[in-house]
């Protein structure tokens, strides 16, 4: 068989795999705090066909494969919202969210966060992590409820909203408002190894390396916080879209090397005729 169907060939597969990771970014582009993904090739296999002395081995390569599919943990913009219930991170750092039914934790640049049954949660129920309480160091599920409040106060929290250092301000029914736990960040040494989870989260904390423990915003190893925004989506549309006419071109231009091979096979059986 000829070499260049095998090239060819494995060339459409892998530019198919392109067209899905920048598919999945396009998709993405107005996603709270997703990271793109770009994909990086290799090639493959060579076949020496003799060696050339001084002129050095000849080869013909057999193909392409896919090397890697790597997030771009690069900044994206950050939006303001206007909503006391969002944290947009301008930084490296990541929240810590834990899954109050398996206690699995996970990693999220999304910033939109709720009070659910009396927690500090995602819009999905994940508990964020942070200090418990105002002055504390204990580092657990954040309560949004009375405890602490000023001379004793039992009324309902009717709502809550974060100061820029992260402090969750609560509001109750009656009386002034006042700080509760604290969002804190975390970082990674390989973040690059984080595994999408779906749901803005990210799993395989361990591979990715935390930095330490998890610290307070301000820490020049995670970045600050902004209360009452969100950080967009990073993917550059213009890009991607290049990117789309790039992968669409090279992936006609490698049909046509298979559809030119064939017809040099069939010339080559022709001359048996």
């Given amino acids: 068989m000829m070499l260049s169907f095998d090239s060819a060939v494995s060339a459409m597969q892998q530019f198919q795999q392109s067209l899905n990771v920048t598919a999945n970014n396009i998709a993405n582009v107005d996603t709270t705090g997703f990271k793109s993904a770009s994909a990086s090739f290799a090639d493959t296999f060579s ?31 950050v939006s303001s919202t206007g909503a006391p219930n969002d944290l947009a991170i301008q930084g490296s750092g990541f929240f810590t969210v834990r899954d109050p039914a398996t206690g699995a934790t996970f990693a999220t640049r999304d910033g939109q966060f709720q009070n659910y049954n009396g927690f500090l949660c995602t819009a999905t129920g994940m508990r964020v992590q942070g200090y418990t309480a105002a002055g504390s160091t204990t580092v657990g599920d954040i309560p949004i409820d009375n405890t602490g409040a000023p001379g004793g106060n039992t009324s309902a929290v009717t709502s809550f909203k974060f ?19 604290k969002v804190l960040l975390q970082n990674y040494s390989s973040p690059q190894n984080l595994l999408k989870a779906g749901n803005n989260l990210y799993s395989g904390l361990a591979n990715a390396g935390p930095l330490a423990a998890p610290v307070a915003a301000g820490d020049s190893s995670v970045g600050s916080l902004q209360a009452g925004a969100l950080e967009m989506s990073n993917v550059d549309l213009a890009g991607q879209l290049a990117s789309l006419i790039v992968t669409q071109r090279a992936y006609e231009a490698n049909t046509k090397v298979i559809s030119t091979s064939d017809e040099i096979l069939q010339t080559i059986n022709n001359l048996k005729r």
């Avoid at 060696?51 to 392409?64: L, M």
């Fill in 47 to 77: 076949q020496t066909l003799g060696n050339g002395g001084a002129a050095g081995s000849q080869q013909v390569g057999t193909g392409v494969g896919t090397e890697s599919i790597t997030n771009q943990f690069t900044q994206g913009s």
């Fill in 163 to 181: 100061a820029d250092d992260g402090t969750v301000n609560i509001q109750l029914a009656t009386g002034d408002p006042f700080a509760g736990g």
